[in-house]
């Protein structure tokens, strides 16, 4: 029998985006100079999307649009955890769920994960290609 076709970039969609869930989170939880924290939790996730479109070209050598597909799930998954735990939160406070959060479900991975393609698709395309290697070197 024919053993099914591993695809290596769901695995390294769901781990992103669940880094992004993670670092949405730890970089919250301080109530002082928030500021900061925010832009540190900028910096963390622009790190995660860089190494992503990096192992996306040069390791796996997805096609710019291939590549910019994945990270973009990546992203979106990270979007929507962050929706789904944010209503969560105001389900906790307010004991109601607000239609506002189900549209954010749906919003959130979108306006996220479109620019994600883009900025990606944009980055694939101006990296170099990766250098060819042979079997047995």
Known sequence: MNE???????????????????????????????????????????VAYAAHIRYEHFTLRNSPRLAAL?????????????????????????????PVWLLALVLWPILTGVPAFLGAFVAGSVLPKPPVTRRGE
Request: proline share 4%; charged share 10%; hydrophobic share 55%.
């Open 4 to 46: 099914p076709r591993r695809q290596p970039w769901i695995r390294a969609a769901l781990l992103v985006g669940a880094g992004y869930l993670v670092i949405g989170k730890l970089f919250s939880l301080p109530t002082d100079h928030v500021q900061a924290w925010r832009l540190a939790a900028w910096a963390a996730s622009g």
């Open 70 to 98: 994945h990270v973009a799930v990546a992203v979106a998954i990270g979007a929507f955890a962050l929706a789904v735990t944010a209503m969560i939160h105001s389900l906790t406070t307010t004991s109601t769920i607000r």
